[in-house]
């Protein structure tokens, strides 16, 4: 008896080990299988405008169609793509854009752009129109987001430079596997410059105990609750993860505004390993 027993056990044992074999070669080749991206880091490629929404006076959000309605675009999480187009004077201009879209938004990708009065490329965005193609290389950035890497991100962010925020604090909330917690700090002249103000709300509401979102504006609205005038030292402490070996500040908004905040950040203690600018 003791003998048929053992053969039994030997028998499940052998059994589920084919069945982790199994999984692991199905895991293997959903993972090889996952579509390619349709960048190209050292040549332009071309794609076309499918929609453009107007979402102010001067913010409009852009969407290209990528080859087919299955193509990624492939860009990592926290790089960005360069964008060609021409300024006023028809001289080329090449400038660095963070998606809003993810890998997991297939078959295209977007854009949300503030196109300033004498800006060059803002000029070519402008002027762009529903059909027209933009040329577009990447990946490019530094920036390496891998799962749960940190325990806890605090971001400092200003104007345009929520995108790189945005994309970070979407693949980690959208990740099931992830367990990072993201404190966003945001900073505007005003109400209405702030930019994906509703997705960012959606997310704080949908994730409360994983994002938080503290909205700074120079010229605020009456009855605002939220911070008045500049980022402060205050404002980091109250509102970032402290310094600890296991978090990350990431920081990416107008120069003079990020060279403030390094020294903010410096004199509360953050060491150079915990800090990062997009």
Request: proline share 8%; aromatic share 10%.
């Amino acid at each position: 008896m003791d003998t048929l027993q053992s053969h039994r056990v030997e028998m499940l044992s052998i059994a589920i080990a084919f069945v982790a074999i199994g999984a692991a070669s199905a895991y293997y080749v959903y993972i090889n299988r996952k579509p390619k991206g349709c960048l190209d880091p050292e040549n332009f490629k071309e794609f076309k405008l499918v929609k453009r929404t107007q979402l102010s006076h001067n913010v409009a959000m852009f969407r290209f169609a990528l080859p087919t309605p299955t193509s990624v675009l492939g860009l990592p999480i926290g790089q960005h793509i360069s964008c060609s187009g021409n300024d006023s004077q028809g001289e080329e201009v090449v400038k660095p854009y963070t998606p809003t879209t993810l890998d997991s938004d297939i078959g295209y990708f977007d854009l949300v752009i503030k196109m300033y009065p004498q800006g060059r490329m803002s000029h070519h965005f402008r002027e762009m129109r529903v059909g027209d193609y933009m040329a577009v290389k990447g990946p490019k950035g530094r920036f390496k987001y891998q799962p749960n890497q940190v325990r806890a991100f605090g971001m400092l962010a200003g104007g345009t430079g929520i995108t790189p925020m945005f994309q970070v604090t979407r693949a980690i909330l959208e990740n099931p596997g992830d367990r990072t917690n993201v404190h966003l700090i945001y900073a505007n002249v005003s109400y209405e410059d702030i930019l994906l103000k509703e997705e960012l709300d959606g997310l704080a509401i949908n994730f409360p105990n994983r994002f938080s979102v503290y909205y700074v504006l120079n010229q605020p609205p009456e009855a605002w609750e939220g911070g008045i005038g500049f980022v402060s030292k205050e404002m980091i402490e109250t509102y970032c993860p402290a310094p600890a070996p296991d978090i990350k500040i990431l920081r990416c908004g107008p120069p003079p505004m990020n060279k403030v905040m390094v020294a903010h950040l410096e004199s509360l203690g953050y060491s150079a390993s915990m800090l990062f600018q997009f």
